[in-house]
């Protein structure tokens, strides 16, 4: 894990300051590159404000008269697009590019179209069994989450998921996900007894003070009892706020509610980091099942990841199994659960309980 940043600025909010410069250029590419580096120079000093070192940080975003846009506004409008897309991807510069732009475009649309989708409940759950790799048996399925809009039709959850978590959609995305998760649950619980769902959690919404007061409402609102539900956390979000996310993932274990960590592998994956938190799952990154049948090298990873996770107490899934040589390495490396296409695709509740009882 990273340091924590110096208390300097810890003692400050966070705010961001626009400005715009408007030059005139002969060799475009070159003098922009030339000027960024000569201002990042600039500003890379703290500078004192009411005594204390305040640290600025510059990003940028360009665009380029005449090719790129017809009016100064336009011009500055431009370089705001590629400003966006420099904060969002953390990088210092961006160029603006008509590319830039139509993806912009998208981005827009999918967020309007989402909120109305949401308010008419328009996004479903499609559910993905979890099998257990020694018994075969299965008793829990992953909710995830289906979109398909009037007008922009099917929209993939690598799309409209980040598109939630800009605008703040998500937690309502996430309420209905739980909800439905619940009702549904319940339901498989009368002819699967102990039957469990895990449901995805973004950090905005873990990380939220009323959300631990918002699942149990959500339990209590559908009988559900805890113990039928299992959340799903990427580490990195937990990484960052670590003791603020054991205390929330603390609390609800305490009433019963299970917790795993999504994505294992792609992040810090400091396991010795992780057992402060009160977690008892880890998912291996689909990418690592993927590779290990064509690397040893990613096999003896996905090896030593379990037989780490279960040093630690950790219950082990492989998530993306496709085939039945990864399943066959997996139950070798005591895998403890797998979850993929070889199996079972993500469908509809119906298609899952049909799936259950051919079992
Ligand atoms: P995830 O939580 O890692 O979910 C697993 C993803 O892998 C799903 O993609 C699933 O369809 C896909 N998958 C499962 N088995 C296989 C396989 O064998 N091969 C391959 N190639 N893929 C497999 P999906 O449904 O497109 O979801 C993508 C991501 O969107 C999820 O990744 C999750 O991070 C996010 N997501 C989906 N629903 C929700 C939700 O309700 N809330 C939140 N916060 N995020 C969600
Ligand atoms: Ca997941
Ligand atoms: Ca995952």
């Not at 113990?227 to 799903?232: F, K, R, S």
């Not at 929330?248 to 980091?273: K, M």
């Not at 990873?301 to 496709?322: C, N, R």
């Not at 979850?339 to 079972?344: D, E, H, K, N, S």
Request: charged share 25%.
């Amino acid at each position: 894990p990273p340091p924590p940043p110096p208390d300097v600025i810890h003692s400050f909010p966070t705010r961001r300051f626009r400005s715009g410069i408007a030059l005139p250029l002969s060799d475009r590419g070159e003098e922009i590159e030339a000027l960024i580096s000569t201002l990042a120079v600039g500003f890379s000093e703290p500078v004192k404000f009411e005594n204390r070192d305040v640290v600025l940080q510059l990003c940028f975003g360009t665009a380029v008269h005449p090719h790129r846009a017809s009016s100064t506004a336009e011009l500055f409008d431009r370089a705001l697009i590629a400003l966006r897309r420099a904060q969002e991807r953390h990088t210092r510069a961006e160029v603006f590019t008509t590319e830039l732009e139509e993806r912009l475009v998208r981005e827009v649309a999918v967020e309007q179209r989402l909120r109305i989708g949401l308010s008419e409940e328009a996004v479903t759950v499609a559910y993905q069994p979890k099998v257990c790799l020694s018994s075969g048996g299965i008793s829990s399925m992953e909710a995830l989450a289906r979109w398909t809009d009037e007008e922009l039709g099917f929209v993939s959850p690598g799309e409209f998921i980040p598109a939630a978590e800009r605008t703040g959609l998500i937690v309502e995305l996430g309420r209905q996900v739980l909800e439905c998760a619940l009702r549904d649950v319940l339901s498989l619980r009368r002819t699967h007894p102990g039957f469990r769902v895990s449901v995805n959690v973004a950090p905005a919404q873990l990380l939220r003070d009323d959300y631990p007061a918002e699942v149990l409402a959500a339990l209590e609102a559908s009988g559900a009892p805890p113990d039928a539900l299992e959340l799903e956390v990427v580490e990195t979000s937990l990484i960052e706020n670590i003791d603020r996310a054991a205390a929330i993932i603390g609390e609800l274990r305490d009433h019963g509610v299970a917790f795993s960590i999504d994505d294992f592998g792609t992040g810090y994956s400091s396991l010795s980091y992780l057992r402060r938190l009160p977690v008892q799952t880890l998912k291996i990154d689909r990418s690592f099942i993927n590779d290990m049948t064509a690397s040893d090298r990613d096999a003896a990873l996905v090896k030593s990841i379990i037989s780490m996770a279960h040093v630690l107490d950790f219950e082990v899934v492989a998530e993306g199994v496709e085939t039945e040589v990864q399943a066959d390495r997996l139950r070798d490396f005591d895998c403890d659960h797998g979850q993929g296409y070889l199996w079972a695709k993500p469908a509809p509740l119906a298609a899952v309980m049909r799936y259950l009882d051919e079992d």
